[in-house]
């Protein structure tokens, strides 16, 4: 009887679509769930008459793979994975590998990476993008961890992944360790931030244009024509025009947002590496506001802001906002590539950032036209430090700016939050001006705690100290990271 090409464990609907999407580019599949009836269900169902094998223990499982076997586990990040691994190691031999397609967090894929290949198998951890129409159809892929094992699964990884206008596919080997997981919380993050930044639009025109969902939906529906054109605008666009009983639903909808934890994570790394990630920040504070449901409404009883109505030339602001999301996507994008860069020179990957955006263009859930850009910027130029100096990038921000500063204006004098399109304008002056304030505050610091500080008139790294009340005497304390 003949081998399978892969096994997976998870049959929830990313892996069930997974599997499907396997055995229609030819691939041999053989699954396993915990809760046995779902294999029943499966392969009497769906997989009826395909080639995917159902099997009823992990020992079943790991025999029907042909060699070196290669085992993806489709299930819940957290300790079931290190449970799962920690079952399937004496079942495997040297040279197999166990691929985690989960959200898992990167340290854990770094440590577990470490822990099989200490077994004698590889391992990998690959970030999947695209939900779960991306995952029968095509989803983006992010694999890391041990080198070895790429050469095993890339036809198959490759097979299955989406791909973009001239074939190239969407997903290819990241770096080692942790990377893949890593790239893939960025992506997370990012799409944290875009999120954010189309509901920071759309309260805009909902509450200070006083737009209807049918006139919003019209004007996503020309945005995702121009350079916005991405699936986030495209599903937008949708839900916009989406009723229930002649009323759109999203005016149902609470205003209470979830999260899983990757946006977090993003922020946590950020800080970890000492990069301002101040927009996907905002993005994940943001939800956290929304969460606070109860407290707002009573608050929105008690405390006052303007009542300011829109006067001017609508159809003028309207671009003015569609600049002021471009303007701000762009950072957003520019901020998650500048914390690559950091945790790549931090964990020795050699990431290869066109190649990122290449993997983001097609099947994932910040898929856009705009990303080729990205991908451009990077050819041109591989060293480049920040997204904004790209001279395409540059151009994008010394248009838009005029209209996203006049967004930013109007809707802090009309009292209409938009934490993620003001903090992006804030990181891009901060970012272009030569002189912060910074100066003043290293004099605070070294006032109170005789920090030191660094002086213009002298060389980088040489520190000095004040005796600021001539009480304190010359004893510094240690220096400061810069």
């Known amino acids: 009887m003949k081998k399978s090409d892969i096994g997976l464990i998870g049959l929830a609907v990313m892996g069930e679509n997974l599997v499907m999407n396997m055995e229609s580019k030819g691939f041999t599949v053989s699954v396993y769930n915990r809760t046995t009836q779902k294999v029943t269900d499966f392969v009497n169902g769906r997989a009826n008459g395909k080639n995917i094998v159902g099997t009823y223990s992990l020992e079943e499982l790991v025999a029907s793979l042909e060699k070196p076997r290669k085992v993806m586990m489709m299930i819940k990040a957290g300790s079931a994975v290190d449970t799962m691994i920690d079952t399937l190691i004496p079942l495997l031999e040297e040279g197999d590998i166990i691929i985690d397609g989960g959200n898992s967090h990167f340290p854990d894929t770094a440590r577990r990476t470490a822990y099989v290949e200490s077994k004698g198998m590889l391992y990998i951890g690959t970030g999947v993008s695209g939900g779960e129409e991306g995952a029968l159809k095509g989803p983006s892929m992010m694999p890391g961890g041990s080198p070895k094992a790429w050469e095993s699964v890339k036809p198959i990884l490759q097979a299955i992944c989406a791909k973009v206008e001239d074939g190239s596919p969407c997903c290819d080997w990241v770096g080692e360790n942790g990377a893949g997981h890593f790239v893939k919380m960025v992506h997370n993050g990012i799409e944290y931030g875009d999120m954010q930044l189309i509901c920071e639009a759309y309260q805009l025109m909902r509450d200070y244009l006083g737009m209807t969902a049918d006139e919003m939906h019209e004007v996503f529906a020309k945005w995702n024509t121009e350079e916005l054109d991405s699936y986030l605008i495209e599903i937008t666009r949708d839900i916009l025009a989406y009723k229930e009983d002649g009323e759109p639903i999203v005016e149902k909808i609470l205003d209470t947002a979830g999260q899983k934890g990757t946006g977090k994570w993003t922020g946590i790394a950020a800080l970890d590496e000492g990069i301002p990630l101040t927009l ?107 997204l904004l100096l790209d001279p395409y990038f540059k151009g994008v921000m010394d248009k838009a700016q005029a209209g996203w500063r006049r967004v930013c204006a109007s809707a802090i004098t009309a009292g209409i939050p938009l934490p993620a399109m003001t903090a992006a304008l804030n990181y891009y002056d901060g970012y272009r001006c030569a002189n912060l304030p910074a100066n003043l505050l290293q004099a605070q610091r070294d006032y109170f705690g005789a920090h030191t500080y660094e002086r213009v008139d002298h060389a980088r790294g040489e520190f000095f100290h004040t005796n600021w009340t001539g009480e304190g005497g010359n004893t510094a304390a240690t220096q400061y990271n810069a």
């Open 280 to 386: 996907i920040g905002e993005a994940v504070f943001s939800r956290c506001l929304s969460a606070m449901k109860e407290e707002r409404v009573a608050a929105s009883k008690v405390l006052t802001g303007p009542a300011v109505k829109f006067e001017g030339d609508k159809a003028q602001f309207i671009e003015d906002i569609k600049n002021a999301l471009f303007a701000a996507k762009v950072v957003s994008y520019a901020q998650g590539y500048t914390l690559m860069r950091a945790a790549a020179g931090n964990y020795g990957w050699n990431l290869n950032y066109g190649g990122i955006a290449l993997m983001w263009r097609g099947g994932c859930i910040i898929r856009s036209v705009f990303l080729g850009k990205i991908k451009e910027a990077f050819d041109n130029n591989p060293e480049l430090t920040n």
